[in-house]
């Protein structure tokens, strides 16, 4: 069985920072690439982070609101995939997505990722 589980989602003053991790099983780690979505309420799905696999290009993705202040990891030993978000900002505030896709995301992660996460709620406050 496929499985994706966030962790580390929580509320947070803006300019605080948060980890999420995910931990995946069920399926080749190393031959996926893994990222973060994150919706938050009214809006539509955005592609927050991405990192191809080994056979890909190294070059992580980051959409240009995060830039310099997200970092994504991936540890293929331990099947798991982290975000860490420093600076955060209100506007961070959504729920973030755990994907596991078996294209690259040269380009950002894809909606028709293989696999998804539950989400694990991310709030900023002001």
């Known amino acids: 069985e496929v499985q994706l589980v966030e962790s580390g989602g929580g509320l947070v003053q803006a300019g605080g920072s948060l980890r999420l991790s995910c931990a995946a099983s069920g399926f080749n780690f190393d031959d996926y690439s893994v990222g973060w979505f994150r919706q938050a309420p009214g809006k539509e799905r955005e592609g927050v982070s991405c990192?191809?696999?080994?056979?890909?290009?190294?070059?992580?993705y980051y959409t240009d609101s995060v830039k310099g202040r997200f970092t994504i990891s991936r540890d293929n030993a331990k099947n798991t995939v982290t975000l860490q978000m420093n600076s955060l900002k209100p506007e961070d505030t959504a729920v973030y997505y755990c994907?596991?896709?078996?294209?690259?995301?040269?380009?950002?992660?894809?909606?028709?990722?293989?696999?998804w996460g539950q989400g694990t709620q991310v709030t900023v406050s002001s």
């Open positions: 990192i191809s696999s080994d056979d890909g290009d190294g070059s992580p």
């Open positions: 994907i596991a896709d078996r294209r690259h995301c040269y380009a950002g992660p894809s909606v028709w990722s293989d696999y």
